[in-house]
T-cell receptor, first 115, second 110 residues
């Protein structure tokens, strides 16, 4: 079946602009996660959704970052007033349910470059 | 949070060689995932292995949870094995949150 998909694959934006990154999880997966990967490092947790609600947003770096999942499927990560330090690969993952017993499957990522 | 250390950071192999990658973690875990990040950035699931040994083709993995480490074995390496290998474990209290190591970069030369 189809895996996790993310759009766009690449996004170049100017400092101060607003961007939206989209994630479409595996069909039937109720848990959705956003991670951020900087060059040369492993992914770092940003936010987790169980259904429509953000169950844990403790990894979001500041209030310029926000994510939604209004219908419990597709999610959008929104970044306001982008800064050069926001440049990274943003990865989305999904799992059948949340918790250690469930494998997380990752999308191909969106590479964000802030100039 | 839980600390995850991977070694070695870099590995260069001649095609056909075998290798072992190691993942150490600072707390007891009930789950561990190994991933391969290909040169295009896609994270591919290799193993979900909370304990014991699993094999998938030329790859196998062993997790010894009581001693807080996992090993990934690559046998008869091929150029397509090149990329970065990550292990990831869930936080103890928030077990939906994966903590990743810094990865092992593997380069297989023909």
């Amino acid at each position: 079946g189809a895996g996790v998909s993310q759009t766009p694959s690449n996004k170049v934006t100017e400092k101060g602009k607003y961007v939206e990154l989209r994630c479409d999880p595996i069909s039937g997966h109720t848990a959705l996660y956003w991670y951020r990967q900087s060059l040369g490092q492993g992914p770092e947790f940003l936010i987790y959704f169980q259904g429509t609600g953000a169950a844990d947003d403790s990894g979001l770096p500041n209030d310029r970052f926000f994510a939604v999942r209004p219908e419990g499927s597709v999610s959008t990560l929104k970044i306001q007033r982008t800064e050069r330090g926001d440049s990274a690969v943003y990865l989305c993952a999904s799992s059948l349910r949340a918790g250690r017993s469930y494998e997380q499957y990752f999308g191909p990522g969106t590479r964000l470059t802030v100039t | 949070g839980i600390q995850v250390e991977q070694s070695p950071p870099d590995l260069i192999l001649q095609e056909g060689a075998n290798s072992t990658l190691r993942c150490n973690f600072s707390d007891s875990v009930n789950n561990l995932q190994w991933f391969h990040q290909n040169p295009w950035g896609q994270l591919i699931n290799l193993f979900y292995i909370p304990s014991g040994t699993k094999q998938n083709g030329r790859l196998s993995a062993t997790t010894v949870a009581t001693e807080r480490y996992s090993l990934l074995y690559i046998s008869s390496s091929q150029t397509t094995d090149s990329g970065v290998y990550f292990c990831a474990v869930p936080e103890r209290s928030n077990d939906y949150k994966l903590s990743f190591g810094a990865g092992t970069t593997v380069t297989v030369r023909a």
